[in-house]
Each structure stands twice: as structure tokens, then as C-alpha cells.
């Protein structure tokens, strides 16, 4: 229903900062969130909003990360400082529909997060 891009990421050291950037085509999405997947493991939620401002965040990155939105412009940003090694992965964005779960969700190619130690 929506094409999603991101943009941002690279390589940062350990302690640093980086901001994503998501944008999202079409009509406004209920949810919107970002999401990370290391080598060898599940891909897990980082971060989401609602279109009504309702946050979430993952445990191991509450504090650290904040997640914002423009429901004018589609977009969701991710802010994360005082980064981890452990935090390297690729970051997808998605959005859904109300009702909807992250499996019926649109999502972006990724972008890579590499946090160096």
C-alpha cells in the first residue's frame, strides 16, 4: 500500500550518533515504525509511533533512541545516540494500516547501521 525509502545509517563508533530518516508514499499510515535485524538473528522492533503519537520502544534501546513523526510529511525520523556495538544491523522502516500487524506491513530495502567497538 505505501512504497517506503529510508535514508541515513553508516558507520559510527562506539558512543556516536545517527539519525535515519523514513518517508513513506501514499495516505497516512497508522503506525509507522522502525525495525533491525543483526546477522544471525530475528528482526526485531526498535521503535514505532502512531499517527495519533503513541510511542514504543524496545527495551534495549529506551534512552538511547527516539523516534519522531510528521504525519503531514509521512515521514518517521529514528535519533539514536550513545550507540552500541551491539546496535549493528540493518534498519528497515514500515508502515501499516490500523488493524493491521507488521507481517501485512509495507517496508523499505533497509540500510545498514554499523557500530564499531
Known amino acids: 500500500q505505501w512504497e517506503v525509502q529510508e535514508s541515513g545509517g553508516g558507520l559510527v563508533q562506539a558512543g556516536g550518533s545517527l539519525r535515519l530518516s523514513c518517508v513513506a508514499s501514499g495516505p497516512v499510515p497508522h503506525t509507522m515504525g522502525w525495525h533491525r535485524q543483526a546477522p544471525g538473528k530475528q528482526r526485531e522492533l526498535v521503535a514505532s509511533v502512531t499517527s495519533g503519537g503513541i510511542t514504543n520502544y524496545a527495551s534495549s534501546v529506551e534512552g538511547r533512541f527516539t523516534a519522531s513523526r510528521h504525519n503531514a510529511k509521512n515521514t518517521i525520523d529514528l535519533e539514536m545516540n550513545n550507540l552500541e556495538p551491539e546496535d549493528t544491523a540493518v534498519y528497515y522502516c514500515?508502515?501499516?494500516?490500523?488493524?493491521?500487524?507488521?507481517?501485512?506491513?509495507?517496508w523499505g530495502q533497509g540500510t545498514q547501521v554499523t557500530v564499531s567497538s
Open positions: 514500515a508502515a501499516r494500516r490500523w488493524g493491521s500487524n507488521w507481517a501485512g506491513a509495507s
